[in-house]
């Protein structure tokens, strides 16, 4: 041992601590620890002096508006641009914007992306300022907002291994009350770092749906052209430039995305593309506007068939039925699932025929709303021909069992199977999109989820399908367009049709049980058509097929409200209160409105029948604009035998026209007598209302015989006392004559008298009165209504 080691030995032993310069590096280190813990519990007493004035604890809110470019390269310098808003009641001075890296390398799951809260208050775990590269800002007043541009090079970033990197953007500054630098707001973000590149890609599969509500009414104009009449005039403005569904046609044509159509949708803008009528205030249809989208359904119509030339496209059944509502409550009523399929097999030639034959589409697919399913969602599915049935991942998810994100195609049994679209991929652009700082924040998000997929696994290369919501806004469809783009071009994905999603080979592990009806999702239940609902709609069903029956025309019925009927039970109703309810119950009023323009002409007065039989005439009107046929008209008497108004009789009646029908009545006794006539169809089911008028009968009475044979016999009395009379006088003239000698100037004896005689044997001829029969009596039927609202009417006869 040296004298110098010596020397240490003996300091340790005097200094147990160690050396004494070491002693003295301890202490300062104490100082520092106290000095530091200190200051920090100052500043967390005076903090909510400074922080208060924000409503959620910040006193300055940062907004990351662009960041460019989204997936930066070795060599890329970065753009930010934003705005801050100072929130308290403080100015800020002496403020600068800067960005941070959080330390520890990139992300290491996708929880760990979707737990960063993009604006919680800055803490270690921000990382520090990347020193350099800062905007420096104006003093910024309480309530002002200014914007910046920052700009960083890639590589003062210091960026590391491939994966998703936290980078945060926030504000120092100064307020009044607290004299000194601090960080007084933050906005995270990510930033995918992908230079090494040597993962197996990704692939993913972007559904673009285009569906929308139903607009059309059933009912449509009374011209010669039949023009449609839309409750609204809604649609003139989505399909309008900057509109919901041109921006959806305009930004898909440049995507690598399959398109999903509700075929209605093409089916009303087509009728748009004609001269339509728009419904008046709270749906009046008697007093209608011209529609004004005329011109912009053309250039739409023409738009898609450009996009969708070369892309898959599928077809869901026509009107986008409401899948898991007939399952749970529709299923059961009669008629219901027939529905279904007429639907999907609807949508082929709808589509076909409004795109000229651009497209043939897939109809072998089912979308359930949200993508939530249980085994009578699924087996319905395929009951109208499905065997592919888009699936969200959290109804049937994967929690717990992988530490990857699964490939999304799942036979399920059956010969059916799920494709499972990523929920958090799908979710991505569901929020307010109007501003850009949301936007470009779902931007790199989702940016950050695909990179994350591919690194979770890298070895493994996977097939994800991404369906979004249904009838996505114009600004999310822009932010979805951007992200589409970025992914599409990224070295970590490629892109691939939904039909070849379905093809991938499923993942062994991945969970193929559909989840119990226990765990559909209860908000989803709310929404839900009734079981009394699918009732209401087979039951105008029923009305409609028995109508149909009596048409010469019955397609000029079957379609409009056939298309109605499953109009009435689409998925787009979720979220409108009162809207199914409202458009099922237009529907059957419609119906009846046009039953009933076939009816029985109403009778004024009463029908008198002056004899023991008669005709009585019943009046049937058509006012529809085709013929009607198959009708039965029947005649009833409330007073059973004593009136027999005739056998039923078949009826047909030309549109437009009236047609009289004339009964052989039979009365049995006098009186009054009430009739009902009522038409009935072929399958003795009561058409129209009945119309009751009294008839009255009147035959001759015995009372008036009598009096008519006792005027008989006084007239034969009569003409007794006549002969007698002439015969005393004959008898005295002869007496007058023999006495002059002429009373027989002949001498035969005749006296002149053989005529009066013949005379005489007429008249008192009881077989000369003829006997009245009823049959023989004057017409027995009152006189047509002159009614005014029925002038002009031409009767058939």
């Not at 738009?303 to 869901?316: I, M, N, R, T, Y």
Request: charged share 20%; aromatic share 4%.
């Amino acid at each position: 041992m040296t004298t110098r080691d010596g020397q240490r030995v003996g300091e340790a032993a005097q200094h147990p601590g160690g050396t004494p310069a070491r002693s003295r590096l301890r202490r300062a280190t104490a100082l520092f620890v106290g000095a530091t813990l200190f200051t920090g519990l100052i500043q967390a007493q005076t903090a909510p002096t400074a922080y208060a004035a924000g409503s959620d604890g910040r006193a300055v809110d940062v907004s990351v508006n662009s960041l460019s470019p989204s997936v930066p390269a070795k060599g890329d310098t970065i753009t930010v641009t934003g705005t801050v808003t100072n929130r308290s009641k403080h100015a800020v001075s002496g403020a600068h914007v800067g960005v941070e890296i959080a330390p520890g390398g990139p992300l290491g799951s996708r929880s760990a992306i979707s737990g960063t809260s993009p604006d919680a208050a800055h803490t270690l775990a921000d990382g520090n300022e990347i020193p350099g590269h800062t905007a420096s800002l104006e003093d910024l007043p309480a309530g002002i907002s200014r914007g910046f541009t920052l700009k960083v090079p890639v590589k003062a970033l210091n960026l590391g291994s491939d994966g998703v990197y936290q980078l945060g953007v926030s504000l120092t500054g100064q307020t009044r009350n607290r004299g000194y630098q601090e960080i007084l707001g933050i906005e995270r973000t990510f930033l995918p770092w992908y230079r090494d590149g040597d993962a197996k890609p990704t692939r993913y599969t972007f559904l673009w749906p285009l569906i929308d509500r139903s607009h059309l009414a059933v009912r449509s104009e009374s011209d010669d052209q039949q023009s449609p009449i839309f409750l609204d005039d809604d649609l003139a403005e989505d399909l309008a430039p900057g509109g919901r569904l041109q921006q959806m046609v305009s930004l898909g044509k440049d995507l690598p995305v399959t398109w999903v159509i509700d075929p209605d949708l093409l089916a009303t803008v087509e009728a748009m593309t004609r001269r339509y009528q728009v419904a008046g205030p709270d749906g009046d249809l008697d007093h209608t506007t011209a529609g004004t989208g005329t011109d912009d359904a053309k250039r739409w119509l023409n738009s898609l068939k450009e996009a969708v030339a070369g892309d898959e496209v599928v077809a869901l059944p026509f009107a986008d039925p409401d899948i898991a509502s007939i399952a749970h409550h529709g299923k059961s009523v009669p008629g219901t699932l027939n529905q279904l399929k007429t639907a999907t097999e609807l949508a082929t030639t709808t589509v076909e025929t409004v795109l000229n034959g651009v497209v043939t589409p897939d109809t072998d697919v089912s979308w359930p709303v949200d993508g939530a399913v249980d085994p009578s969602i699924v087996d319905v599915a395929t009951s109208a021909g499905a065997d592919k049935v888009i699936v969200r991942s959290d109804s049937l998810g994967d929690t717990g069992r992988l530490t990857y994100t699964p490939t999304s195609a799942r036979p399920i049994g059956g010969g059916t199977t799920a494709v499972v679209a990523d929920a958090g991929l799908s979710q991505a652009f569901q929020g307010d999109m109007t501003k850009a700082g949301t936007a470009t924040l779902a931007i790199q998000k989702y940016l950050a989820q695909t990179l994350m997929i591919t690194m979770q696994s890298p070895e493994r290369q996977r097939s994800i399908v991404v369906a979004p919501q249904r009838m996505a806004k114009a600004s999310q469809a822009q932010a979805m367009a951007q992200a589409i783009t970025e992914v599409a071009r990224s070295g970590w994905s490629e892109t691939a049709d939904f039909s070849a999603a379905a093809k991938a080979t499923p993942d062994p592990k991945a969970n193929r049980k559909v989840p119990g009806a226990g765990s559909y999702p209860k908000r989803l239940r709310k929404q839900e058509m009734s079981t009394a609902a699918f009732q209401q709609v087979q039951a105008t069903q029923v009305r409609l097929d028995d109508f149909m029956a009596l048409l010469s025309q019955p397609d000029r019925v079957r379609t409009p409200f056939g298309n109605a009927l499953m109009r009435s039970m689409s998925t787009e109703w979720r979220g409108i209160p009162g809207g199914s309810a409202d458009y099922r119950a237009a529907v059957s009023t419609y119906l009846s409105d046009l039953m009933s323009l076939v009816y029985l002409l109403p009778k004024q007065g009463t029908l008198t029948l002056s004899g023991r039989s008669g005709t009585i005439p019943v009046t049937v009107k058509n006012e529809l604009g085709q013929t009607v046929k198959g009708l039965e008209l029947r005649l009833t008497s409330s007073q059973g035998n004593s009136l027999k108004p005739g056998k039923s009789q078949q009826v047909t009646v030309e549109g437009g026209h009236t047609r009289s029908l004339k009964f052989e009545g039979t009365a049995a006794r006098n009186g009054l007598n009430t009739v009902t006539a009522q038409l009935y169809t072929a399958d003795e089911v009561k058409f129209g209302e009945p119309i009751t008028f009294q008839v009255d009968v009147t035959s001759i009475t015995s009372t008036v015989m009598l009096v008519i044979a006792a005027g008989l016999l006084l007239l034969v009395l009569a003409g007794v006392r006549m002969y007698h009379q002439r015969k005393r006088r004959a008898a005295t003239e002869d007496e007058g004559g023999d006495a002059d000698g002429d009373a027989d100037p002949a001498g035969d004896g005749d006296t002149g008298e053989d005529e009066d005689d013949a005379g005489e044997g007429t008249m008192g001829d009881r077989d000369g009165v003829r006997d009245e029969q009823p049959g023989d009596l004057a017409p027995d039927t009152s006189p047509e209504s002159t009614d005014p609202s029925g002038t002009g009417e031409k009767v058939d006869r």
